[in-house]
Each structure stands twice: as C-alpha cells, then as structure tokens.
C-alpha cells in the first residue's frame, strides 16, 4: 500500500461512506466488529480518538474519511461508529454528497446510566445523565408536539434511528441498518457477497455474547431490567434523576418507545 498523503488521496466516486452516531455504552464496540465481519466494508470505533492519543492532535473530520478512505482502499465502504458529530456530519455530506450516510444508535436511558455507573464508579452516573440528557438537544419541551420523530426519523437530524435492544437482539434489525448505510446494497457494495452469509453469521456469534438491551450490575453480572436497575440505584440518585431529567429528552426517550413511567 502507498504511502498516505492526504493532498495525494485518489477518491473512488463509486465508494459509499457512513457513520453511526452513538452515546457510550451503546454497543459501538459490538456493533464496529458486525460491520467489520464484512469483507467489503472497512470500519474503527472512534478512531479518530484513538489516533488523537499516537499523533498527539485532533484531526479534523474530512482529514480523517481521507484516511479511512486511504486505509480502506479495497473496501466498498468505510466509516466510523460513534466517532462523529451530528455537526460534522453536514461536512461530510458536502465532501461525499449522496455517497454518505449516517444513522443514530440509541439505548434505554436507565440502563445507559446504570452501564455508565458500573464502568466509572465515581463519575458514571453523572456522565450518563449528560449522555441522556443531550438526545434532545437543546430542543424546548413544546417543539415535541409537533412531530419530531415520525417513522424512527430525527426531523432535526434527518436520519433513522436505531435501538441498541434491538440492533443486539433482532437481525431484522441489523439488515435493516445495514440496508440503509449500504443503499440497499445496490450502490458500490459487492452484491456477489451475501451480507446474510457473513454479517449474519457474525451477528448470530455476536448475540450469544452480549445479551440485548441488558446490563451486567455488580460481581455476579446478574442481568436487571431498566425498572429494576433504577430500584438498585440509590436514593439520592434516583431523586437526582427525576430533578435533572430534562423533560425534552424524556419526550424523545418515550417517543422512541422506552418506558419511563416508573421514573
């Protein structure tokens, strides 16, 4: 392979780009290895962060699609899962046009919280509360009455959303995403390789690993329900919770169809 030189980057006008826009603890990781199980599509986990830590700089967005796009060279697709912006992804468009997509992965808000809590002791649940709290954001608490989420569409974001639950549990789910970020599979993706055959496989070993819309909570890694995760935290978390909670993102949590009635 060449030497990368980001001023000498050849872009294929048939290659399809994309990116997944999640929170953490979302399954960004699990999610990246499915993709990756497909030998046309070339994807990093937030690599940009991780390049962040070797080069000692940020690298802007369009620096680093060059060279996902360089290190993808024989890939049909290439992108990054939970490593871009809802506002990078307006230069992202410009620079590939219709050739790129993005998605939202979202997850159950308690639980989001109570993985982010099992993951930093100390900070988590603060964290997590950000995370939760800026689904909505900054959107004021009446501009959800008018329709913001039609059919798993953000109107603000103009891209389908996908549940975390699901995504790890249903195939449907994964094709289904899959489909979207790939355009039908028609546009650039090498239709002589069955994504059921590959990407299926690997999502069948995949879901024996990681148990859907669940969370592992203290040594015995017993699996709780949002409900009960929320009855597990304490006290003054849960008054936290229902003080801090900003009612737009409640909106959107439950117009997504997540339950926060015992909240």
Request: glycine share 8%.
């Amino acid at each position: 392979m060449p030497r990368y030189n980001p001023s000498n980057s050849l872009h294929n006008p048939e290659k399809l780009f994309f990116a997944v826009l999640t929170g953490g603890r979302t399954a960004s990781h699990w999610l990246t290895q499915m993709l990756s199980a497909h030998p046309k599509i070339f994807a990093l986990q937030n690599g940009r962060n991780q390049l962040k830590r070797h080069l000692g700089k940020a690298m802007g967005i369009t620096e680093y699609y060059d060279l996902l796009d360089h290190l993808g060279t024989s890939f049909d697709m290439a992108g990054d899962v939970h490593g871009v912006s809802l506002a990078e992804t307006s230069h992202l468009k410009n620079k590939y046009g219709s050739n790129f997509r993005y998605a939202f992965m979202t997850r159950d808000p308690i639980t989001r919280i109570t993985s982010m809590k099992y993951m930093y002791p100390q900070e988590g649940f603060q964290r997590g509360l950000d995370m939760v709290n800026h689904v909505a954001q900054g959107t004021p608490l009446e501009m959800w009455d008018r329709v913001r989420y039609v059919n798993g569409t953000w109107l603000v974001g103009e891209a389908p959303i996908y549940k975390m639950e699901e995504i790890t549990s249903e195939w449907s789910a994964v094709d289904s995403l899959l489909r979207y970020l790939a355009h039908n599979y028609s546009e650039g993706v090498n239709e002589a390789v069955s994504l059921a055959e590959t990407v299926g496989g690997a999502f069948n070993k995949q879901r024996s690993s990681l148990r859907p819309g669940t969370n592992k909570f203290g040594s015995d890694r017993k699996i709780y329900s949002a409900e009960e995760d929320f009855e597990k935290w304490t006290g003054d978390e849960r008054l936290y919770f229902r003080r801090h909670l900003n009612p737009s993102a409640r909106r959107a949590y439950e117009l997504m169809g997540y339950d926060l009635s015992f909240v």
